[in-house]
């Protein structure tokens, strides 16, 4: 998963041509994908969870391909399970350390659900 510093990253506020910026009240099987890139994914509290969910029908049931960017109020401890829900890239909200958020990743070395970035659950993986 890519993390970005809070200041490396300008959101968008609105639609560009390769970028769709979804906030969380929005279906994200009903959107056009056409041409699109990257979706951002807006997080407005750390209690909101709703762009799990939009982030993981745009990778399992859509089949996007594209960046799915997690954006707003983005916590570190929140990032291993946004990239199993099919985040790709996360911006950090200001004031919080690049190092702090990637060595989140090294904590977990596996897990046995299945998940949108591992498809098989553990137990079905070759040995």
């Known amino acids: 998963m890519k993390i970005l510093a809070h200041h490396e990253y300008p959101a968008p506020t609105e639609n560009t041509g390769s970028t769709l910026v979804l906030t969380n009240d929005v279906n994200a099987l009903e959107v056009n994908l056409e041409g699109i ?64 958020a990637q060595r989140q990743f090294e904590r977990f070395a596996g897990f046995y659900q299945a998940d949108a970035v591992n498809p098989q659950p553990h137990f079905a993986q070759p040995l």
């Open 37 to 100: 890139t990257q979706i951002d994914l807006q997080f407005p509290s750390f209690t909101d969870g709703r762009a799990f969910t939009q982030a993981y029908w745009l990778r399992k049931r859509l089949k996007f391909a594209g960046d799915i960017r997690a954006t707003g109020d983005v916590l570190i401890d929140q990032l291993v399970q946004m990239h199993r829900t099919g985040f790709s890239s996360a911006v950090l909200r200001e004031g919080v350390d690049q190092a702090d």
